[in-house]
């Protein structure tokens, strides 16, 4: 994630989201991808169908040294610093969580863009999204995605979310020190999405309802959304791109839970995990603070905000779904006490199996209620490891949440 800040507004209708099987994933016939093998003349990919849904992982691009976090963090800070120093909180807690196969990688070699992109491919997942930093003209973190545009490899589809926040020390729990502001203007708008137009050429480019997908973090963020959208697409239209599938990530505030429509944009996209949906901290209770005062539970559970993956879980596919455009997502777990000596938030009791669990019944959700041309379900995340949230095989876990993946895709409906 960006700023460990996660909230979603409850959606408006009756229809709950219910836990079902899932069908079987190809992973080369998804929504409207150009993903090598397989791709037409025109760069385009058969559209999704309930049959094969489009399962897309959300990748932080930040493994690897930038000199903006050499000025702010250090030389040579890459998140993994955060992810090696983490030590257990009570006893069975997973800290730290060290990386398995792909090791300690560095994103700007292209060989571990590819092992990233074959894993996911082995295991069902048809794209990736790519955060994307652009502050008035000036972008962090770039380079692995831009070199896997100018280099075409891997040869994966791909789309960009816009993390549209500004950047302070939030991030490792300190909120006072701003690093980097957002700033809008018109001018910035039109900058902006030129630089996004070679991308939205790529054949491997995502598309949804045919069209190239961007999507915005925070939407209510801008200052005056309906127009940056109405100047994107005029834009991406002069320019020979087309039309755009303009989309937001769902959370409180301004806006969220309306529909997305009446400020332009085509849909919005669920963000997991739903922080409203938590179901209740645990170790608030006096017996509890008793517990901890008498040295019986470990003193970290008064110092950090502990949820139940499984009760989150069943909050979210027990809230109504939204009559407006709208994808799924789903999260393998989340646990920030790698970044945050306090205040962190952990989801304890995730495994595989729940996560699974949570997948299959949003894939028969979307079959129920999305369009052929729109069975896709996002997955936060791909290398979230700092937050505790990742499908990348680690030391304790190997494969094995890639691995429920690929068999919530391959279930039977």
Wanted: net charge neutral.
């Amino acid at each position: 994630m960006i700023q460990d800040a996660f909230t979603r507004n409850d959606a408006s209708n009756d229809t709950a989201l219910e836990p079902q099987p899932a069908t079987a994933a190809s992973r080369h016939d998804i929504a409207d991808v150009g993903a090598g093998a397989g791709i037409d003349a025109a760069g385009s990919m058969p559209p999704s169908s309930p049959e094969q849904p489009l399962a897309i992982a959300i990748v932080l691009p930040q493994f690897h040294p930038f000199p903006e976090n050499d000025a702010w963090w250090g030389k040579g800070f890459t998140e993994w610093r955060n992810v090696a120093k983490a030590r257990p909180l009570y006893k069975g807690h997973h800290q730290p969580r060290l990386p398995g196969e792909l090791g300690f990688y560095d994103l700007r070699l292209p060989e571990a863009r590819a092992a990233q992109a074959e894993l996911a491919r082995e295991h069902g997942i048809g794209g990736f999204c790519y955060y994307h930093y652009w502050f008035n003209g000036r972008r962090l973190m770039e380079r692995p995605v831009e070199e896997i545009r100018a280099s075409g490899e891997p040869d994966f589809p791909y789309c960009l979310a816009w993390a549209n926040e500004n950047w302070s020390r939030a991030w490792n729990g300190s909120d006072r020190e701003m690093l980097i502001e957002q700033r809008y203007s018109d001018e910035d708008d039109e900058a902006h999405i030129r630089t996004l137009l070679p991308h939205f050429r790529d054949p491997r480019y995502i598309r949804i309802d045919g069209k190239p997908l961007f999507i915005v973090y925070k939407a209510d963020h801008l200052p005056d959304p309906r127009r940056t959208f109405a100047t994107w697409r005029r834009i991406a239209r002069e320019e020979g791109v087309g039309e755009l599938t303009l989309a937001q990530f769902e959370w409180s505030g301004t806006g969220s839970g309306a529909d997305p429509r009446e400020t332009g944009l085509d849909l919005s996209i669920e963000f997991a995990p739903d922080w409203r949906r938590l179901g209740g901290r645990h170790f608030t209770g006096w017996k509890s603070r008793l517990a901890m005062k008498l040295r019986l539970l470990p003193k970290a559970f008064g110092q950090h905000n502990f949820f139940d993956y499984d009760r989150m879980v069943d909050g979210v596919l027990a809230k109504p779904a939204p009559s407006y455009p709208f994808l799924r997502c789903v999260s393998p777990g989340f646990d920030n006490s790698a970044r945050r000596s306090s205040g962190a938030t952990i989801l304890m009791n995730n495994t595989p199996q729940r996560y699974r669990r949570w997948l299959e019944a949003a894939l028969a959700w979307t079959r129920r209620h999305q369009p052929p041309q729109r069975q896709v379900v996002f997955i936060n995340a791909w290398n979230e490891w700092a937050e505790g949230n990742h499908l990348e095989p680690d030391a304790l876990h190997g494969r094995a949440y890639l691995e429920a993946t690929r068999d919530a895709l391959q279930a039977k409906r």
